[in-house]
């Protein structure tokens, strides 16, 4: 039986790569303590770690870095999608060889397919692995609550789904509404920039980047407490930064990198972001510093 258990705040993790591309593994595991000393529930390494970016042994690297880190403490989800079939299995079974705790798969997407085959794409993975599966739900890679209560029924590991494709809200109520007793689970991502209001449409938990771990716990310790408000004014408070990070993959690499810095997480030098990738002029830069300044978390 896979664990159905996850719920809470789950940071997709930052890389922290140097200006040789290199990966700076004293940062990534500073990053994995940063986090969880601010309370997480878990952690992701997915697309915005820029995993489509990295060779397969630094795939390797990397998950292996923060399963050691972590040493249990908190659950590691690891996105194992590829455009094959037999490609995503070798990468779910190597997953789960190093640790991970869970998996996050998006439906292939390269060259566009019959929704009865991606199905078929799940099932086979999750067929090959004892993990539970989080089906990644993005607006280039879709997974429509229909399909997705399909591949729950199709096999108990797909238990799980991460609903980002935009607008959001209506699709996690859908979702939700669809995959009634069908054990299918919902957790929000986008950046988590409506949290609150997918909290209150079905979702047990989201996966926003790694920059504000500390105050998306906050929200959710409001919104268990049942104190709404106070959940929503946390966000309100941070809404011009999740804003900034909610830019496009690539820019917000650059972004997010930056503000690693700037809290005191990775080292001057870490901030670059895998090419390609647009990187922000130096104006945008300032203009962050001086929102990080303003919300006080510059060295927090």
Not at 33 to 44: D, M, N, Q, R, T
Not at 112 to 134: D, T
Not at 242 to 251: D, E, H, K, R, V
Request: negative net charge; glycine residues 8%.
């Amino acid at each position: 039986m896979p664990d159905r258990s996850m719920e809470g705040i789950y940071p997709i993790l930052s890389a922290p790569i140097n200006s040789k591309s290199q990966i700076v593994i004293d940062d990534l595991e500073k990053e994995v303590e940063w986090c969880i000393s601010k309370g997480v529930h878990g952690l992701g390494i997915a697309v915005a770690t820029e995993i489509y970016k990295f060779t397969e042994e630094e795939r390797d690297l990397i998950l292996s870095t923060v399963v050691r880190v972590n040493n249990g403490r908190v659950k590691v989800v690891m996105n194992t999608g590829g455009e094959g079939t037999d490609v995503a299995i070798s990468l779910s079974k190597r997953a789960e060889e190093l640790g991970a705790d869970a998996l996050m798969i998006r439906p292939t997407s390269f060259i566009p397919i019959q929704a009865s085959e991606n199905i078929e794409y799940f099932g086979k993975i999750a067929e090959s692995v004892s993990l539970p599966i989080f089906l990644q739900d993005q607006s280039t890679a879709q997974v429509p609550p229909a399909m997705a209560v399909a591949c729950a029924k199709r096999h108990e590991n797909l238990c799980y789904i991460k609903v980002e494709t935009a607008p959001t809200l209506p699709r996690m109520g859908e979702t939700n509404r669809l995959a009634k007793g069908t054990g299918l689970i919902l957790f929000g991502g986008a950046g988590g920039a409506f949290a609150v209001e997918e909290f209150k449409r079905g979702s047990v938990g989201t996966m926003p980047g790694s920059t504000l771990p500390d105050m998306f716990v906050r929200v959710w310790n409001h919104y268990q407490a049942g104190d709404e408000d106070a959940a929503s004014a946390e966000m309100s408070r941070h809404q011009s930064l999740i804003s900034i990070l909610a830019q496009g993959q690539g820019f917000a690499n650059w972004v997010y990198k930056h503000i690693m810095v700037r809290r005191g997480i990775f080292s001057p030098g870490s901030e670059f972001a895998r090419h390609p990738a647009l990187k922000p002029d130096a104006e945008h830069f300032k203009e962050i510093d001086s929102l990080l300044e303003s919300l006080d978390l510059v060295g927090k």
